[in-house]
């Protein structure tokens, strides 16, 4: 093995860690002066100090809880971890080792409940590391225990892999972690194709400027559970009210015998969107009757919420249980394959559009801001009452309720600024209307109104459109307008 400061993956296929491979990697690395870290899920901490007892010198190796780093905690922070790490390599560091061995089982991603979500940032924080010191880390995930996206993820973001056998291989599908934190498919995209041909490089375009794109960094959902011959793919939409249609255009029809159409939308999205993770009968008692205290009775309405979930997802020639199974006491939702949802491919419009606007496309720019409006018909889940709810289990859904609407309102905002640079001028009022219509107080679509009736040689418009926002905040209890605006106001009339 290659003694250099490395970000390797292992993926152990067995129901056992690798001990083969672990005991060859500290031989190896502590016969040439470096120190070792054995990182562990704490369940396994009195197994895994038995098993490297032979190896366990408190002068060359340790072996740490997940806890003790941080890899439990709530909030979840990669940087703590990092910084606690860098502490660690430093502390052997000065001991006098040549580098440092960190082997950290993965485990952690699915005990934690934030470890789907700032799985990225991790590996990314670790990857850091190792570019800044004499440090070889190495990701033990466990192939039967981690999610199918956490595997993947993984596999991508470590330039090296390290087979069952021992060999290094250089990784054909690696992406930066930098680039995965920030989920650029588009980056990643350039990424690889440079690293088939340079020249691709040459074809780039111009780097945009930060203050004209809007960053979002919203994480994608968990991919979809799918199953094959199910009848065609579905199409979800979820801006608006719920509404799901088989591949021949007719709709799912919530209205069932003995199933309450809103509960039946909620336990379908909620395991839409926990995937292949599934839920508990427990958790999803406690998504639908948050107040309900009687355990029994949970069940008994949750078995009769499932039987009707499963008559509305039955197709002509189907069968409902194919989508609704229950698997070692969990419940997973399936959907056929392909299955096409709104809210992923509206989020990817806003950013082209950022980005085709900060490289000054305008026309581009329109047509993806165009795209996404078409695509969002409403708030997310607006036929769900996500704001009432007192169980945390759905603040997911809650939280990108009121993420996707900003983002609307300032991919709209962007869209009127555009058609009223390129002399759109009627286009741009319609597109600040949008805004205003989702958002009266939205003080940006109000500046953008005021600039095209401006340019539209209106000054009677701007008077009246500037005493409508006054009002509008009067009734809302919001006091006045800004100062730069009502300044504003007073330029375009001079």
Known sequence: MTL???????????????????????????????????????????????????????????????????FHSTPFRPAHIATQLR?????????????????????????????????????????ELVTQLPLAAICLHPR?????????????MHPQLIAPDGQIMANPHYVPPRLMVRQDERAQFQFWLESLNPAFGEAKQPEQPQTLSPQYNLELALPLLTVDNAGGKWKIRT?????????????LNWKVTGGATRKLKT????????????????ELIDVLWPELEDLEQGHNRLYQSVTSLRRVLTQPGGEGRQFLRQEAGRYLLTVPEHTWLDFPMFQELCFQGAALQGARDTAEAITA??????????????????????????????????????????AMTN????????????????????????????EAAQEEKLLAYAAAARPDAVRRQFGLFEQTLKRAGLGEPSESLRQLMQELLG
């Open 87 to 127: 502490s660690l390599v430093q502390h052997e560091l000065g001991k006098g080792h040549a580098g440092v061995l960190l082997m950290v089982e993965m485990n952690w991603t699915v005990r934690t409940p934030a470890g789907a979500i700032y799985h990225r940032e991790y590996e990314a924080a670790l990857h």
């Open 369 to 410: 801001y165009q795209s996404a409006q078409r695509l969002y018909t409403g708030e997310f889940l607006a036929d769900l009452s996500l704001d009432s709810t007192s169980s945390a289990t759905l603040e997911w859904c809650h939280n990108r309720r009121y993420w996707f609407r900003d983002m609307y309102l300032k």
């Open 267 to 282: 336990l379908f999205i909620f395991l839409l969107f926990r995937a292949e993770a599934g839920a508990s009968p427990e």
């Open 415 to 442: 869209l009127a600024r555009l058609y009223r640079l390129s002399g759109q001028l009627p286009e741009a009022q319609a597109a600040c209307d949008l805004v205003l219509r989702t958002e009266p107080t939205y």
């Open 239 to 251: 801006f608006g009210p719920l509404r799901v249609y088989r591949e021949d255009g007719t709709l």
């Open 4 to 70: 250099s400061p490395t970000h390797y993956a292992a993926f152990d296929d067995a129901h056992d860690r690798p001990w083969r491979l672990i005991d060859s990697w500290i031989t190896d690395y502590t016969l040439q002066g470096w120190s070792w870290i054995y990182v562990v899920d704490d369940a396994a901490f009195l197994q895994v100090s038995e098993r490297l007892r032979s190896q366990l010198d408190e002068s060359a190796g340790k072996i740490l809880r997940a806890s003790e780093l941080g």
């Open 144 to 156: 039967q225990l981690m999610l199918g996206e956490q595997l993947l993820s993984g596999l991508k």
